[in-house]
């Protein structure tokens, strides 16, 4: 595991170096790919977060949570004070191993869940499992994704088109409507959603799809549980150096120049977003419900 050693998050820095700028190496991985194969590594926050406390013995689960923006999300909650339930695929062990030592590192519990979000009856387990272990649950972090990119609609299988809704949509509803009966005022849910949703890209048909489906679907919801206090919102990620990308979300040409479109001329980092999360699940955001909020590098289109 590479830790970035970085100043905290609350000096002033200048955005444009404070992390890599492309152009990056090619660097094609299997799906879902693992974050200890990035070049350069990704910070997730490792050695810069820095936690005031701001979700004291809150409860969490988290999709996605061995890398990527899950990872980053896992440790700002956990050095804010939250013990954490997280999903992932069980060919992420390893890095799901990793994300384990950084939650008890800080003192709290760490509860890692493998299983597939495609399958209804894994994710009714999922939320089962994490209620039971951590004795509740305040925080749900819908992150969990699949992205394919294909050059053509003739490419795209039906197999992938599917599997991409049930993961990214799908598995959003089962997961939530499993939730929502063990959450009670105060209670948040937080889905990735992606700027895909606002400014699609033709290599991504079907995923640009799914990721508007989350908008609709996180201020329906929202107005929907709003008289029980609980609060729904999206964040939507511009370019982030994750393993989605190099394992096929992108293809290598574009990974080379990945993010260098944005007016920052450079992808996010994991850390970079982990604090936007952080905001909507505390109570510090207690009047925002139903809201997409845009971390883009400056290319959200509104
Ligand atoms: P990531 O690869 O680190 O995380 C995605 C995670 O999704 C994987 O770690 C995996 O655990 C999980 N996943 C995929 N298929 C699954 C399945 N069938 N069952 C269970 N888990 C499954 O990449 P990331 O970029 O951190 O992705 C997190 C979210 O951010 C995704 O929803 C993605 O669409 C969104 N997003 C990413 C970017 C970006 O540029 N990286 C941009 C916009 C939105
Ligand atoms: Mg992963």
Redesign the pocket.
Known sequence: MTVIKTKNQYEKQNPLTQYPRPPFPKQPQER??S?DLMDPAPDHGEGSYQGFGRLKGRKALV??G??????ATVIAYAREGADIAF???PS?EA?AQEVVKLIEAEGRKAFPIP????DEAFCKKLVEEAVEKLGGLDILVN?????TAQKSIAELTTEQFDNTFK??VY?LFWISKAALPHMDAGATIIN?????AFDPSEILLD?AQT?ACIVAFTKALASQVAEKGIRVNAV??????????P?G?QPQDKIEKFGSSTPLGR?GQ?AEIAPMYVLLASQESSYITGEVMGVTGGMMPY
Do not use: C, H, M
């Open positions: 879902p790919g974050v999709t996605g061995d890398s990527g923006i899950g990872r999903n992932y695929l992420e890095n299983g597939d979000i495609s992150n969990a994704g699949r992205q993961v990214n598995a990735t959603t992606s700027i895909q995923y990721k939507a990620p511009g370019p982030f150096w994750t393993p989605l990308q394992s979300g992808p994991p």
